[in-house]
């Protein structure tokens, strides 16, 4: 078995320009790219391209804070201080205060996230103290204050479970309060009943694409969409006590997710933006081929996945997303900022990728 999945990397490495097709620019030839050394190099160097390139100053929402979890698991990896110091630039620059997005709420606590995960390097409270206030505040749209607090334009939407719920079980494991995770299973479960598609395995964006078709009749299910759910559960699952009702649960569905999405990887190891019609935007998409790529890569890694079922899938998405780096470390092949499927281009890049890309280098590097 060691020898045939050798074989088959070594397949991929040598392969990897006819594999990666329009992907194709950062693929190395004479690299082993599945190497610890080379996966850090190019995690630093896409790092560092973001860094460098800020999409924009105004930094203190749901994209950049995507971004800041891809930093911590980059720190994590490489435990160099210049990354930890980059970590903790930011969230010292805002205080440690939750996001700006007064209009869904969820999204208010991504940021917190990172604000934990220093935490528990440095356990200081003042670093989650103004993240807990606003939780705990009981104002309207505060997970306090009970109701649908996560909705966005009186929706529920997918993405929310990549943001919020995470944050909610570190907070927990933090503090000790359990009330935190009875927060998280009570948003994270009734999105789950609103939005997931038991036939096919995968979650609608919202109640608008439930009944919704493409020009080819085929369903809608956002490639980000589903990325942000099934890379969410990981950073649940971490915090989550395993005598917890829903463990089990949050398990069944990462599962179940990790079946369906591999059934329509595509042959360059990327996802389209449309998981349920590849041929309605056939270029390929980075942002959620990254999350798929983190989520599968740390299931087969904490045992959750059979690994010579799904090794094979984070390999050719490892290959394909690297493909995607240009030789300045730029990210291409990102959808911009969407709540459906749509067209993609080389030239488009954005950090919430770059923080997806970081996630999934610092899981495919543990398989090695």
């Keep these: ?49 973001q860094l460098a390139h800020p999409w924009t100053q105004e930094d203190h929402n749901w994209i950049r804070s995507t971004y ?14 210049r990354i930890l110091d980059q ?21 208010k606590l991504t940021c917190g996230q990172t604000y934990l995960e220093l935490y528990f390097l440095k356990k200081r409270s003042e670093m989650i103290e103004p993240i807990r206030k606003w939780v705990d505040c009981g104002k309207p749209r505060s997970p306090s204050a009970g109701g649908v607090w996560y909705s966005a334009g009186g929706m529920v939407y997918a993405d929310s479970l990549y943001v919020a719920p995470p944050a ?14 009875e927060y998280m299973n009570k948003m994270y479960w009734d999105v789950v009943d609103q939005l997931f ?39 649940i699952l971490e915090y989550l006590p395993k005598d917890n009702q829903y463990y089990s649960r949050y398990i069944e569905l990462f599962r179940t997710m990790a079946e369906s999405i591999t059934k329509v990887q595509g042959e360059d190891g990327l996802w389209r933006t449309n998981l349920a019609d590849a041929a309605q935007y056939p270029g390929p998409e980075t942002s959620g081929s990254a999350f798929f790529c983190y989520a599968i890569a740390w299931g087969i890694n904490n045992g959750f996945l059979d690994k010579q079922t799904y090794q094979p899938v984070v390999d050719k998405a490892w290959q394909g997303l690297i493909g995607c780096v240009g030789p300045d470390g730029k990210l291409g092949y990102v959808q911009p900022v969407a709540d459906r499927p749509k067209p993609v281009a080389r030239k488009m890049t954005h950090e919430y990728a770059t923080g997806a890309f970081l996630l999934a280098g610092s899981e495919v590097i543990k398989l090695q």
């Design 1 to 49: 078995m060691i020898k045939k999945q050798f074989l088959q990397r070594a397949l991929l490495t040598c392969v990897a320009v006819v594999v990666s097709g329009c992907c194709a620019e950062n693929t190395g030839k004479n690299k082993d790219v599945f190497s610890r050394q080379e996966i850090i190099a190019i995690m630093d160097k896409v790092n560092n391209y």
């Design 68 to 81: 800041y979890t891809g930093v911590m698991a980059l720190y994590k990896t490489t435990q160099e201080q």
């Design 87 to 107: 970590a903790m630039s930011w969230a010292e620059k805002h205080k440690w205060m939750e996001g700006t997005e007064d209009d869904a709420p969820a999204n």
């Design 168 to 181: 909610l079980a570190m907070l927990a494991k933090a503090t000790g309060d359990i009330k935190y995770l």
């Design 197 to 235: 598609d038991k036939d096919f395995g995968l979650f609608y964006r919202d109640k608008r694409f439930l009944e919704a078709t493409t020009e080819n009749g085929k369903k809608v299910f956002w490639s980000r969409g589903n990325g942000w759910v099934i890379a969410g559960i990981p950073r």
